[in-house]
């Protein structure tokens, strides 16, 4: 029998401002979870949050994309919508962007990310959570772990790995159908490159082993002002990875976090800065971020979770952290000037744009005699 895991993430409320989910919120999202198990729905769920979202793993053997997974999840969103309303938290429901559920989450405003998997004698996976971020910010991190030797030294020492991976990218700016390009290291390396270097138009999907065909990991790719039309937020995504064996190890997987790469995302989703590796259930706070990412760790067996390891909450990740602090802080000095905001092609969705229709107005063309 396949196992299906299914981790959705949605900001339906928040404390202060974007900091976390009140406590009735997460306390709600857990009852409903454990309702969930109790009637048979799935066969395991956790309930965590990273920033001002709440992310709901489940375990269940109905495949991806299945409508009662999906009307699960919003469900609960909506439940931890009424409360957020009834505390009078800010952006409540925020990341609903729709008002009736319509067969699954996608194109709706919650990040999803799915796999479905013949469980393997030992099954250890990862999930990571990011806030105040969009899905390529993930490309750094999944295209090192599986395709580059300085990461994942399992390319050169393993030889399950030796056929390489698959990386299917999406085209997330194209809005009328899902416009995907599957390539393979190591012949594709180059081409794979061209794309991933642009994280905010070229999203890693998933990655395939080429030996196997297996689905190592996923990744959420829903863009949210592709969705509603304007600037609502950053995507706050989600990804699950499959670690060991003829995948990478954890370790190699964790390993490219440790540069704390630039992203797009923090205050109002329109500045780069240094993704801050954090331990589970951390708030959002510095300039409404940083750019935040948890990583849990677990086993599953027969559909059944073990407890969670959090990856991030270990000594070396807090050099990584005081690492981030100073890049954001670095780049954060340069306030509004050049590379350290938004480009125009993502401004767009902002008052950015009205500002500039309204100052282009007042431009003279000057004539030289």
Request: net charge negative; with cysteine.
């Amino acid at each position: 029998m396949k196992t299906t895991l299914s981790i959705i993430k949605a900001d339906t409320g928040s404390v202060g401002g974007h900091n976390k989910p009140s406590e009735l919120m997460v306390k709600k999202a857990k009852e409903v979870v454990e309702n969930g198990i109790n009637k048979g729905l799935f066969t395991d769920g956790r309930v965590t949050y990273t920033g001002d979202d709440i992310a709901l793993l489940m375990v269940h053997s109905k495949g991806v994309d299945h409508p009662d997974i999906h009307k699960f999840a919003w469900d609960t969103f909506l439940e931890t919508t009424k409360i957020a309303k009834s505390q009078g938290l800010y952006g409540a429901g925020q990341d609903l962007l729709k008002d009736a559920f319509s067969g699954n989450v996608r194109g709706m405003g919650p990040g999803s990310a799915e796999i479905e998997i013949e469980e393997r004698a030992a099954e250890p996976f990862i999930v990571f959570a990011g806030d105040k971020c969009g899905p390529g910010v993930f490309n750094y991190p999944l295209f090192e772990g599986f395709a580059s030797p300085y990461h994942n030294a399992g390319l050169l020492l393993a030889p399950e790995m030796k056929a390489g991976f698959t990386f299917h990218i999406m085209d997330v700016n194209y809005t009328e159908a899902d416009r995907v390009i599957s390539l393979k290291v190591p012949e594709d390396y180059y081409d794979i490159c061209v794309l991933l270097r642009d994280p905010n138009h070229y999203v890693i999907e998933s990655v395939v082993e080429n030996a196997t065909g297996l689905v190592a990991a996923v990744a959420s790719t829903a863009r949210l002002h592709n969705i509603a039309g304007k600037y609502v937020g950053k995507d706050d995504p989600v990804a699950i990875v499959r670690s060991q064996k003829q995948f990478p190890s954890t370790g190699e997987i964790l390993s490219p976090w440790a540069l704390a790469h630039l992203t797009l995302g923090d205050n109002r989703g329109s500045h780069h800065v240094a993704v801050m590796p954090v331990k589970q259930n951390t708030i959002i706070s510095y300039f409404d971020g940083p750019t935040i990412m948890s990583a849990a760790g677990y086993c599953v067996h027969e559909g059944k979770l073990t407890e969670a390891v959090d990856y991030f909450d270990q000594p070396f990740w807090d050099v990584v952290r005081e690492k981030a602090s100073l890049k954001t802080l670095d780049m954060r000095a340069q306030g509004f000037y050049g590379p350290t905001m938004a480009g125009m092609d993502e401004l767009e969705y902002t008052g950015v744009v009205e500002n500039l229709k309204r100052l282009n107005e007042k431009f003279v063309v000057r004539k030289h005699v």
